[in-house]
């Protein structure tokens, strides 16, 4: 474990030291997991960046709204799915898994989502990826398998209708499984770089993974001209010191998240391993 741990802890370490690292130490190679002549200043010059803090709520909106949507999609294909009197929902779950074999491809995605309109929008990073059909299946097991059916049964008994069940039951009880989905979900959202390298074109909508690409293809256009950094950003040493310090800044949202959800994730990872 503490081998697994070095594994894990060794490159955030030493991100985080390039960051902190004066730039010149950066640029000499020396730095590992300590840093050099510390220094805060290429982090708050980062921080200063317009396009940084466009680029950090834009990803916020993402991923709040992406997840919320995923979560609703996901529970309302999952649940009706894990109730043995659907009709059909074997051929159902059929086309769902289908669907993760095979694809459109590249080309016929791009003409789709122009045809949709969603093309340069904020919906394109939302809308095409509403669910994952592997989490889907995740839920499906988990209602399946540790939800009992009897609580189902009594309350259709009691009147109540299948809404009513999910909302006050089911859902209340699988707190673990939509921890685990909702951050599967938060995470795939803010690394999302691909679709909005492909599908966004206006700068203003941009989320940080693809600031954070341009950054590292073309530094100099994260400052504004009036900026005390543009003639410094020249230099070799100042551009590698940046390029860590936007990776660290992308990362510290997900490292605050996960120790709250940590507990529902290993629960939620572990479904359907004890059961026959």
Request: with cysteine.
């Amino acid at each position: 474990m503490v081998f697994l741990s070095l594994i894990t802890l060794i490159p955030l370490l030493n991100v985080l030291a390039q960051s902190l690292s004066e730039p010149n130490e950066v640029l000499s190679g020396r730095v590992f997991i300590w840093p050099l002549k510390p220094t805060f200043s290429t982090l708050l010059n980062v921080l200063k960046s317009p396009r940084i803090m466009t680029g950090f709520s834009n990803t916020l909106v993402y991923a709040v709204s992406g997840t919320l949507l995923n979560l609703i999609m996901t529970i309302m294909c999952a649940y009706p799915l894990s109730r043995k009197e659907l009709w059909g929902r074997g051929f159902i779950t059929f086309v769902f898994t289908f669907t993760m074999l095979f694809g459109g491809g590249m080309i016929p995605s791009y003409l789709l989502i122009k045809s949709l309109g969603l093309l340069d929008t904020r919906w394109v990073m939302i809308l095409p990826n509403a669910m994952a059909v592997w989490n889907m299946i995740l839920a499906r097991t988990f209602f399946q398998t540790t939800i009992p059916a009897e609580l189902h049964e009594s309350a259709i008994l009691d009147g109540a209708s299948d809404i009513k069940v999910l909302l006050s039951i089911i859902i209340p009880l699988s707190k673990p499984i939509i921890a685990v989905l909702a951050l599967f979900y938060a995470v795939g959202h803010w690394n999302s770089y691909f679709n909005a390298m492909m599908y966004l074109s206006t700068p203003s909508l941009y989320n940080i993974q693809l600031v954070l690409r341009n950054a590292i293809s073309n530094l100099r256009s994260l400052m504004d001209a009036d900026s005390d950094m543009v003639n410094i950003m020249k230099t070799m040493a100042i551009a590698e010191a940046t390029k860590y310090a936007i990776i660290v800044i992308t990362m510290i949202p997900v490292l605050m998240i996960y120790p709250f959800v940590q507990k529902f994730f290993i629960k939620g990872i572990m479904i359907g391993s004890l059961k026959g």
